[in-house]
Antibody
Framework: QVQLQESGPGLVKPSQTLSLTCTVS??????????WSWIRQSAGKGLEWIGR???????NYNPSLKSRVTMSVDTSKNQFSLNLSSVTAADTAVYFC???????????????????WGQGTLVIVSS | DIVMTQFPDSLAVSLGERATINCKSS????????????LAWYQQKPGQPPKLLIY???TRESGVPDRFSGAGSGTDFTLTISSLQAEDVAVYYC?????????FGGGTKVEIK
């Protein structure tokens, strides 16, 4: 079965860029009707969807974070990544990567639920 | 954005008793063309990621015990645990996937009374 694992620094200084990678195992990141997302969880804002990337490299971001977020996919390594720039203490959270499912009809693409999720990694923004 | 509001924030239920969690969306998540509600429920235990329990508002994920059930349509939904077990202590979240801007409820913490 597919498993996801986040990796990256647990401490980032204010104004710097938070960079995380999610490694997918047990299946190819390119197969099936899936997209790959980052979601964060903080005490103040609960679960917040950050963005998604498809195996094609197409991305969509939460408008509230869009100006600071970049996501990418490396199909050769079965990984996808998150960069969040100009971080502040408000970006302190547990960051999860997750697989999302979608389906396609003539009217367009339709997103579905997240399953599975990675274990999550705590990122603290502090000097 | 579709705002998802859950209530109560927490509830304490005796073992073997029923627990009911509510989730309300700021606009309908019922897709008229296929008559499906674009809503999922997750369970999150301490130190773990959320786990998918229910999708399409009422379809149990494979392996989820049948004491968990989802109901509702349009803007009002419920997750019911028919007979609470000790292992059900967790925070439960609803999530809508009707909009491309995916949003979650604030969570409901279920504890043992």
């Amino acid at each position: 079965q597919v498993q996801l694992q986040e990796s990256g620094p647990g401490l980032v200084k204010p104004s710097q860029t938070l960079s995380l990678t999610c490694t997918v195992s047990g299946g190819s990141i390119s197969s099936g009707s899936y997209y790959w997302s980052w979601i964060r969880q903080s005490a103040g804002k609960g679960l917040e969807w950050i963005g998604r990337v498809y195996a094609s490299g197409t991305t969509n971001y939460n408008p509230s974070l869009k100006s600071r977020v970049t996501m990418s996919v490396d199909t050769s390594k079965n990984q996808f990544s998150l960069n969040l720039s100009s971080v502040t203490a408000a970006d302190t959270a547990v960051y999860f990567c997750a697989r999302g499912k979608y389906y396609y009809e003539s009217s367009g693409y339709y997103l579905l639920w997240f399953d599975p999720w990675g274990q999550g990694t705590l990122v603290i923004v502090s000097s | 954005d579709i705002v998802m509001t859950q209530f109560p924030d927490s509830l304490a239920v005796s073992l073997g008793e029923r627990a009911t969690i509510n989730c309300k969306s700021s606009q309908s998540v019922l897709f008229r063309s296929n008559n499906k509600n674009y809503l999922a429920w997750y369970q999150q235990k301490p130190g773990q990621p959320p786990k998918l329990l229910i999708y399409w508002a009422s379809t149990r994920e494979s392996g989820v015990p049948d004491r968990f059930s989802g109901a509702g349509s349009g803007t009002d939904f419920t997750l019911t645990i028919s007979s609470l077990q000790a292992e059900d202590v967790a925070v439960y979240y609803c999530q809508q996937y009707y909009s491309t801007l995916l949003t979650f409820g604030g969570g409901t913490k279920v504890e043992i009374k």
